[in-house]
């Protein structure tokens, strides 16, 4: 996964847009590239002079812009837009909803950055000195109200251990305070009141999903969560519940909400680099629901936005899909489960403007574009004899193409063939998959079956035992996607196990018998090599 | 400037006879429970021996645009406190012809005078999930009580430009009080949860406001004599302003009109 990224983290590099793609990248800039870019980079030196100007120039300008007003040449590609410092309005503090925070809640997300968007973590670039002089910088020039009165601090204790009594108790407070009309009843973000939330500045924004512990932009952590409700996320829709409960009774609800949405966390399958599909005797799944599903364990698969061929798509809505495959030596059957917080059905949107970069300028596109379906697409590379020469994870390249499953929320489905994006997806003529999906609280679960073996030369033969090559596609329609804005993964394995042969049970037996023979002579050695010792 | 302290004591003697016989002074559009503050003591700059009133009412003429019906199916608490349907506010023209929800005030003309905070505070009350009242002022630093009598999350989020904004979530039926430091006309109040809620608060230095109401009338008593800009304004048509002369004793009537489209 991560050399994929790398590879199109590159990719991106030599195009166009240098750099400034790069850092228009978002979501990847801010978990990919911190992790590979930066690490080696280390301090610039520790004996450098703390210069807050110069480092804000050289390292916050381009987002939060020059005059700090959250303008930079990159703010129209990122979601969310940088911070305005001159709104005096900070989402991450620990003080009353619409005070200013302090200074160590503005040194510490410049610390730590925030997930899921293109602020990354600064602790191991800058020095503590240099992060305390680009903060003083940013506080006394750009932000109005600094230092005019002190902000009323909330206390943030120390997180108790969590109980399974806190997290029951926790379930009944996030119904009362009614968390569920943005985040959704199970945290997906799904919500009556969600489609409709828009920031102070009148951007749409979304809930977070709460069961993505990387999507709590301010920490997952029992003490972030505890915090965000106290506070509030000021310049956005999430209010302050601290003055809910009566003061003696405060701190407990607030640990128990914590702990209750901390456990919503909980669910996510490991990742693994192979889909295993086992081998049942029985009729294979036939909806999403079945039960037979509980026979296959289920993989967490991650997506991230399409950057390589334009328009570069930098804000994903669909970021993992849970899979799960079965087969029973006729046909496979798989299982895509992802969080999509509203459903759309409808498709002939118009196409949308996304400005004249290659990324996509949301400030023009936002708005313009859509209805879309939402859509997800199964790929397979078309042929097993490469070997480890997989074809280019995003829809093949010439000579090694891929097949694809496409299904859409408006009900098409599709099976294609690509070989480059550059050609983009070539319906087929025989269609030998099946697909149905549901839609429930902000979760797709969706079921493709195609037999193992088809006529068609272009599909993949699906033979047990081999490593085949699996990726994944998404569209989120309300979210602006369609065509080459999308989320992808890269190639990951899928393996159907193979029947047991009957030789297998010959060499157990034939090794039993032998084992049995051989402990027997041993046996009688040892009694005899002790019965000639006396 | 120091004045002399028995010049000092006199004043504050003769405030405290003002505002004993005056009562408050322009009262918020506030539900009545909160308007009975007749013996309350607010003290101002005022000779009741010469304070005049301006009053009148808003004309509205030509054609206004439909109700704009609410869905609000999702909040049954709500729909059934609008049993003829709930309508957004943004233009409200009454039976007798006059327009309501028109935030009427003194612009301009009060010169250094300073007025002392009242010490009632002003309702705001989200009840069908709609602001009560939609059209509305304050004093600075007058405590602004916010009611939740629906008992369904709402979250109270005014987005102004020079106070500093804040945003609380209120899941039950509670109280929550808040004041605002710096004059700032007409900050839109929002709620996220639902995205029809609208209002306005203005926040003023003085007590001369008044908004209309269901007989489209206004009145600013308990004024110095002297000349005023008197402005009104609507969320919908904007603001109109009119110079008014008032001397000492007087009631002065005036009218506005806005006209439709």
Partial sequence: MRSRLYSAIRQAYRTKWGILSLIAGGFIIATAANSIFMKGAGPVSAQAQANGESIYEERCAFCHGENGDGNGPVAPYLNPRPRDFTTSQFKFRTTVSGELPLRENVIDIVEKGVRGTAM??????????????????????FVPDWGTYEPIVIPIPDPPRVTQAMIEEGEIIYQELQCDRCHGRGGRADGPSAPTLNDDLGFPIRAADLTKAWRYKGGSELADIYTRFSTGMNGTPMPSFYDVFPEEEREAKLWALSAYVRSLQAN?????????????????????????????????????????????????????????????????ALLVEWHDPFQDTEGGGNEGDTGDTTYVNLDQFVGTAGPFPDALAVQFSQSLSGGTQKPYFFWGQAGQPVNVWKWQADGSVTESNAAGFDNGLRPQESNDITASATWAEGQYRLLFTRPLIT????????????????????????????????????????????PVPVSVYAYTAISVIAVAAAEWALVRKARGGSSSGI | MRLPKLLWITIALLLTVVMAACGGGGEPAAPDEEETGAGEAVTGPVDPATAATISGNVLFTGTAPEPEPILMDAEPICLEK??????????????????????????????????????????????????????????????????????????????????????????VEMDTVRTFDQVEMFIPIECDIHDWMLGYLSVLDHPYFDTTGDDGTFSLPNLPPGTYTIAAWHESYGEQTMSVTVGEQETTEIEFTFEGS
């Fill in chain 1, 268 to 332: 996510q399958p490991g990742e693994t680099s192979v889909v295993r599909a086992n081998r049942i005797s029985d009729p294979l799944p036939a909806t999403p629901d079945d039960p037979v599903w509980e026979q296959a364990r289920p993989v967490s698969i991650f997506l991230t936005g399409q950057v390589i061929a334009s328009p570069r798509w930098q804000t994903p809505g669909v970021d993992g899909v849970t899979v799960r495959a079965l087969h029973n030596d006729e046909s496979v």
């Fill in chain 1, 120 to 141: 990354p973590s600064w602790e191991e670039i800058l020095t503590e000195s240099e992060i305390g002089a680009v903060v003083d910088y940013v506080t006394q020039n």
């Fill in chain 2, 82 to 171: 609008h049993p003829d349907g709930a309508f957004r506010e943004t233009v409200v023209v009454n039976d007798n012809g006059t327009l309501m929800n028109v935030f009427v005030y003194i612009k301009e003309g009060l010169g250094d005078l300073e007025f002392p905070t009242p010490q009632e505070p002003v309702l705001l009350d989200q009840n069908g999930c709609q602001y009560v009242p939609h059209v509305f002022g304050i004093q600075v630093g007058q405590d602004l009580t916010i009611r939740n009598s629906d008992g369904i999350l709402h979250n109270i989020h005014p987005m102004p430009s020079v106070n500093r904004p804040f945003n609380v979530g209120q899941p």
């Fill in chain 1, 455 to 498: 006529g068609e030369a272009n599909d993949v033969p699906l033979v047990p035992g081999e490593f085949i090559p699996i990726a994944f596609q998404a569209w989120e329609g309300s979210n602006g996607e369609a065509g080459m804005r999308m989320s992808l993964s890269s190639w990951y394995s899928l393996l159907l196990e193979k």
